[in-house]
């Protein structure tokens, strides 16, 4: 079966620090990967999304960048945070059907 | 104007009442749409997909209407259990991938 996993799953950085979220998924080959960012009280929204490996797409102009080395493997990258950044970031995966399976989040706090 | 679009809430409804959401899009070549339900703090999990001639799941009924853009949600008989955010979202085949887009959610409180 398929398992998605992101991590760390919390984190507190000082603004001005570097950032570096990792998700994988397991047991599926070629999926659609996402990177989403959920502000307080706010909605998803979608910062990059991956149809393959070194194939990303940005969808909001920002001090984030996204990266995947290998078919299973997201990661999203900051090199100095700001305190906008604060947020709940959520990987997440399609197999193509549209419906998507998100890892557990990562809360990060900028300080 | 925001691709997905929702009224936030809250909506607050008492149990056993019957309460609807409506959630509009942009881009009228979007392709499939979805209902998600997230709780406080936690990721969302798929509600169910919204197919063109309505889909009834239980409680929960989808709906979409491509000519004025919109999908809506019923649920019947909440129950306490229900109180969640609800979250559509709208998929737009892009260069071979999937653009998932979310609308803001809505926020519902079922009450005693």
């Known amino acids: 079966s398929q398992t998605i996993h992101q991590w760390p799953a919390t984190l507190v950085q000082p603004v001005g620090s570097p950032l570096s979220l990792e998700c994988t998924v397991e047991?599926?080959?070629?999926?659609?990967l996402y990177w989403y960012r959920q502000a307080a009280g706010r909605g998803l929204q979608l910062l990059f999304y991956?149809?393959?490996?070194?194939?990303i797409s940005s969808e909001v102009p920002q001090n984030l960048s996204a990266s995947r080395p290998q078919d299973r493997q997201f990661i999203l990258s900051s090199k100095k945070l700001l305190l906008s950044d604060s947020g709940f970031y959520l990987c997440?995966?399609?197999?193509?059907?549209?419906?998507?399976?998100f890892g557990e989040g990562s809360r990060l706090t900028v300080l | 104007r925001k691709e997905v679009e929702q009224d936030p809430g809250p909506f607050n409804v008492p149990e056993g009442a019957t309460v609807a959401f409506n959630c509009t899009y942009s881009?009228?070549?979007?392709?499939?749409f979805f209902w998600y339900r997230q709780d406080c703090r936690k990721e969302p999990k798929l509600l169910m997909s919204?197919?063109?001639s309505g889909n009834e799941d239980g409680r929960f009924t989808a709906q979409l209407n491509r000519a004025s853009q919109y999908i809506s949600l019923l649920i019947r008989d909440s129950k306490l259990s229900d109180s969640a955010t609800y979250l559509c979202?709208?998929?737009?085949?892009?260069?071979?991938?999937?653009?998932?887009?979310f609308g803001t959610g809505t926020q519902l409180k079922v009450e005693l």
């Open positions: 997440a995966w399609t197999p193509g059907s549209g419906e998507l399976f």
């Open positions: 919204v197919y063109s």
């Open positions: 979202v709208v998929n737009e085949d892009a260069g071979g991938g999937n653009k998932l887009t």
């Open positions: 991956s149809v393959g490996i070194g194939q």
């Open positions: 881009n009228s070549a979007s392709q499939s």
């Open positions: 047991g599926t080959s070629n999926p659609n």
